[in-house]
């Protein structure tokens, strides 16, 4: 997969940690939407350019080391531009570079290569950072690496010398602490001070280099106008290195700069390593009401710390570990990298499970001082988007609980302690920093019960009983909540409205919620029985809730809602047209007889967490292939969305949300039924070819991931509410469903049953290490890549068998 000429546009590719902010390369080379203030700044493209100059007996020429600007910049609205039509004065667009670029991703690398001007170099960029599964410490750290490659294509001795520019855009605008560049040993810093009324405020970021002929300056033209930059740029392209250090007297430098020079023989390479990092130990990050911690401190003062800034005393402390460890990192980061490359899989689902790994590096992540992960929904332009590890939305992210298993208990831990109350009502939206939650007036009854079902899941993977038994009561006292809330007459389905991650409420019974209940009350049998807990009431109800949904609640031909309905529907404030129309139909916002694409989305949950439901596999097939008949569109040009349509319009394709392929569409569906969003599309896709249905599986993919080609949107950043949305990690269950992988860390056990004949192959990530496993040559195999998997048993299940 490679991204050029218009499919670069849009590319931004993010580097950094968990929780730790980001900076993006761009699909030119730029770096851009730089978020390294513990908050998104998704529209921040500060001045900052690599260049090269070169001379050689046929002549010199100096460049950018970036690629064309691409075209939809040049009349952007840049938040620190003066207008669309006033020249964006402080970009870097009018500097000379490189005539086209090529852009590869291979994460947690990318890699850009320079189409060759008239002059002699070869060039190329590759930027990462570090990302190794199971070393959570390692993966949240805020640094990223660039790596310039000059390769001398000429048969001639070439001087050159690299160079790396940067406007202090850590400075703040009206900021009460002074601000700076320090130039000393190999490095720029840029910074600004905080204030004891502002200390977030405070912050540095280090641009070092490991070359030894390194010449660190921060002595940029002092002047007005465009001094600084004309200055800067004549020097670049005479070949000017100005002295190193900083001025010594006045005001401080506009920005910093890195030199190296040296020389390429014919035919020769040098690599440029330059190692960023970002220090903002202190936040005004605060959501949510009540008091911090069960200690009582209440005056509303305490703000999110993040994890880094508890364990490096100051940006030196921690440019320091970076130059430290860079190589040891890279080299687990790059076998991580070649794990995800070797699969053996169709190019759509590596595409899709790679580039929302990328979600991990963005704002959309946030750790704690402790160690426990926060999730916003996604990022907005400025800000998260929707705070509170939303869990009707991580009901779909299957990441990281493989990735980083014990990152993912800490949010468990939140939902069931701090979330939830005595009686076993659960918020389903967290407060960072993380303290006691105190109860909102409505649930989630999807969140709410998938929660259960995830604890089942991260249990498998860690086989800590220890852990369990911990939240043991907890879990009893939020299912017990569920069933007396929306199943009172403990009849098997949930007859009373339920709040859902559409952000209404459905009346009456509906195989969506109704398959997570019936998950959630098979988890607790299974996890009483375990502990030597009783379970048998959760199990006499999952039997029937079985009889409900394919009894009930299936149509022959796929599952679907029974409104019921009263006159709470009528109270709330009202126009008299909304009075008129829930007289008329019932509630707003229902499916009814619709061919809802999450219809039974607890059922997926329940597979890729290893659990049997009893629920009828050639229903769920049925529903599925209906799903993909009657909502899978290959394009969009009749189709009506009154909603938010960016997401898929005109002629993508898209699986939309909801259709009613039988008529009797309500007058006004749920809010969000004609939208697609790829995280449902990934989950309906991964169900599909679990049930043998490859090819309408890789349809949908193949469809979302054409979406995010470049052109119009970033590859890297699939949107529902926000920006690198978490509800997309749902793609790493297309892993699972394409090898039919399944480990039990409590029995030792790897299942692989394969949804394709021949070879397959793909990344299984455990509690204590990660690998590749499938089948090759007829054959399973397990190949560790990092830490061990301890396997006593294999269940192989060849591709066509019936067990």
């Known amino acids: 997969m490679s991204y050029s000429g218009a499919t670069a546009e849009r590319v931004a590719f993010p580097m950094g940690g968990l929780g730790a902010g980001m900076v993006c390369l761009s699909g030119a080379g730029a770096l851009t939407t730089v978020s390294v203030r513990n908050a998104p700044a998704l529209l921040n493209e500060p001045f900052v350019f690599g260049a090269v100059r070169w001379s050689s007996p046929s002549g010199h020429g100096a460049r950018v080391l970036e690629g064309p600007v691409p075209g939809w910049k040049v009349t952007f609205p840049w938040p620190d531009s003066t207008g669309t039509g006033r020249g964006q004065q402080g970009k870097t667009f009018g500097l000379p570079r490189f005539p086209g670029s090529r852009f590869e991703p291979r994460f947690p690398f990318s890699t850009l290569t320079l189409e060759p ?61 002074p601000a700076g560049v320090d130039a000393t040993s190999g490095q720029v810093r840029l910074w600004q001070s905080g204030s004891s009324e502002k200390p977030e405020q405070d912050g540095a970021f280090t641009i070092a280099c490991d070359a030894a002929e390194t010449i660190a300056s921060a002595r940029w033209f002092r002047g007005g106008w465009w001094d600084p930059v004309t200055d800067l740029w004549r020097g670049v392209a005479e070949g000017r290195i100005p002295p190193a250090g900083a001025h010594e007297d006045g005001d401080p430098s506009d920005g910093g700069s890195l ?22 130990p202190k936040t005004s990050l605060r959501r949510g009401a009540g008091p911090f911690d069960p200690k009582g401190r209440t005056d509303g003062t305490e703000t999110h710390v993040p994890w880094y800034a508890a364990q490096f005393a100051d940006a030196d402390a921690l440019a320091g570990f970076w130059a430290e460890n860079y190589d040891d990192l890279r080299e687990r980061s790059e076998t991580f990298a070649a794990c995800l490359a070797e699969q053996a899989l169709p190019p759509e689902i590596k595409d899709a499970v790679s580039a929302n790994l990328t979600i991990l590096k963005s704002p959309t992540v946030e750790r704690q001082a402790d160690g426990r992960l926060f999730m916003w929904e996604g990022c907005a332009d400025h800000e998260g988007s929707f705070e509170g590890s939303c869990t009707h939305v991580f009901n779909y992210a299957q990441s990281i609980p493989h990735l980083f298993p014990a990152l993912e208990r800490t949010l468990r831990e939140t939902e069931f302690f701090e979330n939830q109350d005595e009686t076993g009502h659960q918020n389903f939206r967290a407060q960072i920093p993380i303290r006691p939650n105190p109860r909102r007036a409505r649930p989630a009854a999807d969140g709410q019960l998938g929660g259960i079902v995830k604890v089942y899941r991260d249990w498998r993977i860690c086989a800590d009983d220890a852990w369990l038994r911990r939240l043991w009561p907890r879990i009893v006292a939020s299912l017990d909540y569920a069933i007396r809330t929306w199943d009172p007459e403990e009849a098997g389905w949930l007859t009373e409205p339920h709040h859902n991650t559409y952000d209404i409420e459905f009346w009456g019974p509906d195989g969506m919620a109704g398959t997570l209940y019936l998950a959630a009350l098979r988890a607790a049998v299974e996890m009483a029985e375990a502990l030597g807990e009783p379970g048998a009431r959760y199990g006499a109800l999952a039997d029937k809730a079985v009889a409900r949904l394919e009894g009930e609640l299936f149509n022959g031909e796929y599952f679907v809602q029974k409104v019921l309905w009263d006159d709470r529907a009528l109270a709330g404030d009202m126009s008299e047209e909304s009075l008129e129309s829930v007289r008329r139909e019932g509630p707003k916002y229902q499916y009814a007889g619709g061919c809802l694409s999450d219809g039974i989305v607890g059922e997926w949950l329940a597979q890729v967490s290893g ?41 993508e394709g898209a699986l939309l949300l909801c259709s009613w392929p039988h008529g009797a569409a309500p007058h006004f569906p749920f809010v969000y ?21 490859v090819e309408a599986g890789l349809e949908i993919v193949r469809a979302a991931r054409a979406r995010y080609d470049g052109r119009v949107r970033n590859p890297f950043s699939e949107f529902e509410w926000g920006h690198w949305y978490g509800r997309a990690m749902s793609s790493w269950s297309l892993l699972q469903a394409m090898t039919g992988q399944d480990y039990d860390a409590r029995t030792r056990c790897l299942t692989l049953a394969p949804a394709v004949s021949g070879d397959v192959s793909a990344v299984l990530a455990t509690e204590r290490g990660y690998g590749l496993v499938g089948v090759r040559g007829g054959k399973p195999f397990i190949d560790v890549r990092g830490g061990d998997i301890v396997v006593d048993r294999l269940d192989f299940r060849p591709y066509g068998s019936t067990r």
Request: glycine share 8%.
């Open 117 to 177: 001007c008239e002059g002699p170099l070869l060039c190329r960029l590759t930027g990462w950072s570090p990302f190794v599964p199971g070393d959570a410490d390692a993966s949240s750290l805020p640094v990223a690496g660039l790596e310039y490659e000059l390769e001398n294509r000429s048969a001639e001795r070439v001087e050159v010398i690299f160079s790396y520019h940067a406007r202090n855009f850590m400075r703040i605008a009206g900021a009460d602490g």
């Open 259 to 280: 030199y190296v020079p040296f020389t390429l023989a014919a035919g020769e390479t040098r690599r440029v390593r330059l190692r960023l990092s970002w220090f903002v």
């Open 673 to 693: 039924s004609d939208e697609a969003w790829t995280g449902i599309e990934y989950q309906v896709a991964a169900h599909l070819i679990r049930h043998k249905e």
């Open 611 to 651: 659990l049997e439901t009893g629920l009828d596999a050639g229903k769920v097939a049925s529903h599925l292939r209906a799903v993909h008949r009657y909502n899978f569109r290959a394009s969009l040009r009749d189709h009506a969305n009154p909603q938010r349509p960016a997401y898929a319009l005109g002629e």
